[in-house]
Nanobody, 119 residues
């Protein structure tokens, strides 16, 4: 089992920045890749970014590319999402996820953290 706890959400003005954190515990040695998804009110959950646990190979959705940066600290079992140049359309609940292998789904999720960007 892997447990994930997000933090760092909040209210920010458009153009501002926030950094989200996701702390993993449990069988962290089994983690293959971690991700951030987000879900805006009335919309489906959508992919934002992901990163391998063993090498720096991030992927980004086009909507956040160039503004968001995903990174990890293996010693702290923590993944970060640095969000710059925030827009009102970035407003959503942000969820951290983990999967244990290249053929696995993201089966482990945190409780989510709210990000609200005011115009």
């Amino acid at each position: 089992q892997v447990q994930l706890v997000e933090s760092g959400g909040g209210l920010v003005q458009a153009g501002g920045s926030l950094r989200l954190s996701c702390a993993a515990s449990g069988r962290t040695f089994s983690i293959y890749r971690m991700c951030w998804f987000r879900q805006a009110p009335g919309k489906e959950r959508e992919f934002a970014a992901s990163i391998s646990w063993s090498d720096p190979s991030p992927y980004y959705a086009d909507s956040v590319k160039g503004r968001f940066t995903i990174s990890r600290d293996n010693a702290k079992n923590t993944v970060y999402l640095q969000m710059n140049s925030l827009k009102p359309e970035d407003t959503a609940v942000y969820y951290c996820g983990a999967r244990l292998g290249p053929r696995n789904d993201y089966n482990y999720w945190g409780q989510g953290t709210q990000v609200t960007v005011s115009s």
